[in-house]
């Protein structure tokens, strides 16, 4: 690297004087520098420059340092390095920085050779990798299926996808895979969920529709909502598209269910409580989940809870014309005759997995997944007041509630829902622990999949096309 080529850096900071200075001495030390002077002018400026290095303050008017670090991480620009340079230098505050998906943290007055070492060492990085990308397989559906059979053989190299470089397989669907990927530039391990032509996708994949999954994954990459999987990067091709998201180390509620068989209200109403928090900020912009069961929820070991597949969801159910979407069992009435839907039907499918969660078997019955949808229509869904579940009447009247058939009579807010499962927590001294049980059954991985086939996402045809429609359905 020459003394004039050492790399192109945005400092951003709403301090002038300050901004001039540390512009000064990185120019004079071979550095490009350009500048913005708060967070929302510096993305106007990543719309249509990729600097090498971003390094700003965290105090600042408007959208601080913190917020803009995420919205970079949630940008195309997602693998731009990003340095704090901030006058809080309080543990808590460098953790916050790194949290925000900052590579590193500097106190001001931060020294110039220090700065310039720093700097030096992210370009020589971030160049790298760019390198390393550009010498990768162009992202399509046959590459994919390419990296699975490899990865599934036992190969020894390793494929990249970007700066992902894909290490394992976490499950199969029936429109593609989740790899466990290795982030190079962030050195962290992810998800890598993948979609498909060619995998349950080839009949309605169009360019439209990648367009819909990347915008919904960028909404959900702004949620920074500790309940729902967070949102690394998005990229999409031709025929196929990738979401890559936090890796979750734990377990689905689906498996832990499998294991434990029902929970007991102390645990089920702080976690209900935690996944309507994140459909509150989901509906908030606008944004159903559409396939709320216990397979898309991850439990960490570490006490987490997380939702999960939200930009799928919508991307498939954006193109199902004439078809229903979710999973048999937790869809409401509404959705199986064909009829709009809102996020009251998310709120059904929170009352559904409430439900499992208590009595240990579903809230609606039958032998075939038509026979499930045919008696959600006809409203013929069990009560937990007739379940034997122990829970507190006040819990057991909100699970109904929320299984109410007639949408117009559900609970309809899952912001006050969140709210007044927090209030039973609290009264009741309640909190969400992970019970004790045997380690997840063979197959099912931390992000919720099973290795033989678990799905991403349910189709099936609304009954009123005709009788005997039959529901194209993967176990669940």
Not at 26 to 32: K, P, V
Not at 273 to 296: E, T
Request: hydrophobic share 45%.
């Amino acid at each position: 690297m020459s003394e004039a080529d050492q790399g192109h850096v945005l400092l951003v900071d709403d301090d002038p004087e300050i901004l001039e200075v540390t512009a000064e001495a990185l120019q004079a030390s071979g550095f490009r520098v350009d500048t913005a002077r708060d967070g929302r002018e510096a993305l106007a400026f990543l719309e249509t420059q990729e600097p090498e290095v971003v390094v700003a303050d965290v105090e600042m008017p408007g959208m601080d340092g913190y917020e803009l670090c995420r919205r970079v991480r949630a940008s195309p620009r997602s693998d731009i390095p990003f340095l704090f340079c901030s006058g809080l230098g309080a543990p808590d505050a460098r953790l916050e920085g790194l949290r925000a998906g900052a590579d590193d943290y500097l106190q001001k007055p931060a020294s110039p050779d220090e700065l310039v070492l720093k700097l030096t060492r992210q370009v020589e990085r971030v160049r790298q990798l760019r390198a390393a990308s550009a010498r990768a397989p162009a992202l399509n559906a046959a590459a994919l299926a390419a990296f699975e059979a490899r990865l599934l053989r036992g190969g020894a190299s390793i494929d990249r996808l970007g700066r992902f470089e894909l290490r394992g397989i976490l499950g199969r669907g029936s429109m593609g895979t989740v790899f466990k990927a290795w982030d190079t530039a962030l050195e962290r391990w992810v998800a890598v969920k993948t979609v498909r032509a060619g995998a349950g996708m080839a009949g309605f994949w169009d360019d439209d529709l990648v367009r819909r999954l990347v915008s919904e994954a960028a909404i959900v990459a702004r949620f920074n909502h500790p309940h729902v999987v967070a949102v690394h990067d998005v990229r999409d091709a031709a025929d196929a598209a990738y979401i890559v998201m936090e890796m979750v180390d734990g377990l689905s509620l689906e498996a832990l269910l499998r294991s434990v068989g029902r929970l007991g209200a102390d645990r089920t109403a702080p976690l209900v409580g935690a996944l309507a928090s994140a459909l509150a900020a989901a509906h908030a912009q606008n944004l159903m989940h559409r396939d709320v069961k216990p397979g898309n929820v991850l439990l960490g070991r570490d006490g987490t809870i997380k939702l999960t597949d939200f930009g799928i969801a919508s991307f498939v159910s954006s193109h199902t014309r004439g078809h229903g979407f979710g999973t048999p069992g937790y869809v409401p009435p509404e959705a199986v005759r064909g009829d709009g839907i809102d996020g009251r039907a998310d709120l059904f499918a929170l009352g559904a997995l409430a439900y499992r969660c208590l009595a240990g078997r579903p809230a609606v019955a039958g032998r075939t997944s038509s026979e499930i949808l045919t008696n959600t229509m006809n409203g013929r869904i069990h009560s937990l007041r007739e379940a034997g579940s122990g829970a507190p009447l006040e819990l057991v009247a909100l699970v109904d509630a929320l299984l109410e058939p007639d949408p117009g009579k559900r609970i309809g807010d899952a912001a006050l829902l969140s709210a007044e499962l927090a209030r039973l927590s609290a009264i009741w001294g309640w909190r969400w622990t992970m019970p004790d049980q045997d380690d997840a059954p063979a197959g099912v991985s931390a992000q919720g999949h099973e290795e033989s086939g678990g799905p991403h996402a349910q189709l099936f045809p609304t009954l009123d096309e005709g009788p005997g429609a039959r529901p194209q359905t993967e176990r669940d």
